[in-house]
């Protein structure tokens, strides 16, 4: 089951993560929606000793603290699903104390924590939790049957940027890098809408890139899926992202990803392979990157047929087993401690 304090917010369903005025797919998952501190209480007292209960958003959201007290009272199987903070600078300084405040009540108690993305290991572990608890865990989409790509615009590398138009997305550093290529071999397709359009439009004009650079707009799904199956590169510049689904989505569909080195799903690349991992602070990192891409051409069917073979790894069920692992290793049911897919 299921218990959500809210549906899909409003942006999430612009990004198209599901169809405006339908709900996404829960398959046969019971879902409570905003339940009352009654229904609460009964859900977690319900078979504790046979429930496996996570908690995502225990930081942030009040009832869900105390249904996560409530639960670790109860004597049941416990755990945590949450990405890292961006521990940076003075923001940083105070979101660490800020966690490391709010959690210390369960920090101990909890049986596990699913730790989304590169940084978030350290985070924990910075935030007072032992080693034992954590294990790296990822976000996972649905891999559709293949979709047909959609029209290339060049006989160069078709470069894509998916995501929202603000600074923290980082297309501003992706422009800036694009401006110290070669100008030859390469279109750079941008997808997504946001406040910083106009900014970014009059960044790619005044370096000159106004001809290399399309504002294709905010697409749904199906249609973001069409543009990467015809795509050679996928770029998520990111200056922080806890994940980042659009790079699952570039590697199912056989397509390597650059990405900073402060996107969560950098845990997925392996170097040389399915992309390459830049230093967000060095926008020097993200050219050298892009020249070695760009250099490489096209890309060949085989490339992309063992990529997309490869984030098989990556699909649900193979999370799902993962995930299992992790429990019966928490349960003592199982000795060798498990480790993630996509890590080897």
């Known amino acids: 089951m299921a218990v959500l304090q809210e549906g899909l917010p409003a942006e999430r369903l612009a990004s198209g993560w599901a169809q405006p005025g339908s709900a996404p797919d829960y398959g046969g998952a019971k879902i409570f929606m905003s339940p009352g501190e009654g229904q609460l209480e009964s859900l977690i007292n319900e078979k504790p000793d046979d429930t496996i209960h996570i908690f995502s958003g225990a930081v942030y959201v009040p009832s869900i603290n105390r249904a996560l007290k409530r639960a670790l009272r109860a004597g049941a199987v416990a755990g945590l699903l949450s990405e890292a903070r ?17 959690e210390r009540t369960c920090r101990h108690k909890v049986d596990f924590v699913l730790a989304i993305g590169r940084h978030a290991y350290g985070w924990y572990r910075k935030c007072g939790f032992d080693a034992e608890r954590l294990f790296p865990f990822c976000y996972t989409v649905e891999n559709p049957k293949p979709v047909p790509a959609a029209g290339r615009i ?3 590398v078709v470069l894509t940027f998916v995501g929202q138009l603000i600074r923290r997305k980082g297309l501003d550093l992706l422009l800036e890098a694009l401006g110290q290529t070669d100008r030859t071999g390469w279109t750079l397709r941008i997808i997504g809408a946001g406040t910083g359009r106009t900014v970014f439009e009059k960044q790619a004009a005044e370096l000159d890139l106004s001809d290399k650079v399309e504002f294709v707009g905010s697409l749904n799904n199906e249609a973001v899926r069409r543009e990467l199956a015809g795509s050679d590169l996928l770029v998520l510049p990111s200056r922080w992202d806890g994940w980042g689904a659009v790079v699952n989505e570039a590697l199912m569909s056989g397509v390597p990803v650059v990405c900073s080195d402060y996107c969560g799903a950098a845990d997925l690349i392996i170097p040389g392979f399915n992309g390459e991992v ?3 602070a060095s926008p020097g990192s993200l050219t050298r990157a892009l020249n070695r891409w760009i250099a490489k051409g096209p890309l060949v069917p085989e490339v992309r047929a063992r990529i997309a073979r490869w984030s098989g ?3 649900g069920a193979a999370v799902a087993d993962y995930f299992l692992d992790i429990i019966e290793y928490v349960c003592a049911e199982r000795r060798t401690r498990p480790g993630p897919r ?3």
């Open 154 to 156: 060049s006989g160069g």
């Open 342 to 344: 996509w890590s080897s």
């Open 86 to 102: 961006d521990s940076r600078g003075l923001h940083g300084a105070l979101r660490t104390a800020h966690s490391f405040f709010h």
């Open 313 to 315: 790894r990556l699909e």
């Open 278 to 280: 830049f230093e967000c």
